[in-house]
């Protein structure tokens, strides 16, 4: 089955700056990777996705790139803000499956 | 239109208690999944589930644990017998029907706890 592994854990950036994420999957036939935003006893909420057909996709301050030959994809979030501070999660779906493989999560702290 | 939704959002069971969790799709979502979300880790994939037809329950305990999504009315998951272990949040997402649309999107989850 799928394996989808999350780097760094935690992240602390200063308000502005960037922060970057990255995650690895091990299914080639992957193809489908969703991004989540998991606030403090919140539901997970999807702040960008990316299908095997495209290499990035960017929605404002926030761009995910996908690499299939290396399969690792990553998030890029820009100008950071105090708000930005939650839990975000990788996942991967692969074709014939439909259901969510997660990354473990990584606590980003966005600090003043 | 309204999200998905769930219910109760905080249920307290004792051991060897039954435990159901309720979920309702978005409006034109057939496509229902549950998630559990241990405490400070990650959701794990349980049961996917269509009107009237279990199509993945890879991820669901084959004992106590058992997921329905009747023709009418919401998807259920039911803990028979629950241990503390159980406790978990517990997250049902949804998606459409239309073949290659993957998003999925989730409900305000159920909180067990078991005492």
């Known amino acids: 089955g799928e394996n989808v592994e999350q780097h760094p854990s935690t992240l602390s950036v200063q308000e502005g700056d960037s922060a970057v994420i990255k995650c690895t999957y091990s299914?080639?036939?992957?193809?489908?990777f969703p991004w989540y935003k998991q606030e403090l006893g919140k539901r997970p909420q999807l702040i960008i996705d990316?299908?095997?057909?495209?290499g990035e996709k960017k929605d404002q301050r926030i761009a995910v790139t996908l690499n299939k030959t290396a399969k690792h994809f990553s998030l890029h979030i820009t100008e950071t803000q105090p708000e930005d501070s939650a839990v975000y999660f990788c996942?991967?779906?692969?074709?014939?499956?439909?259901?969510?493989?997660f990354g473990t999560g990584t606590r980003l702290q966005v600090t003043l | 239109n309204a999200g998905v939704m769930q219910n109760p959002r905080h249920l307290v069971r004792r051991r060897g208690q039954e435990a159901r969790l309720r979920c309702s799709p978005m409006k034109g979502h057939s496509h229902v999944y549950w998630y559990r979300q241990l405490p400070e880790e990650g959701l794990k994939f349980m049961v996917y589930?269509?009107?009237?037809?279990?199509?993945?329950e890879s991820g669901m305990p084959k004992e106590r644990f058992s997921a329905e999504f009747p023709k009418e009315g919401p998807s259920i998951l039911r803990i028979q017998q629950v241990v503390r272990g159980d406790s978990a949040a517990y997250f049902c997402?949804?998606?459409?029907?239309?073949?290659?649309?993957?998003?999925?999107?989730f409900g305000p989850g159920t909180r067990l706890t078991v005492l």
């Open positions: 996942a991967a779906i692969t074709g014939t499956a439909s259901k969510l493989t």
């Open positions: 990316i299908r095997s057909n495209v």
């Open positions: 299914d080639s036939a992957s193809n489908y």
């Open positions: 589930l269509q009107k009237e037809n279990i199509i993945d």
């Open positions: 997402a949804s998606s459409p029907t239309i073949a290659g649309t993957d998003t999925q999107y």
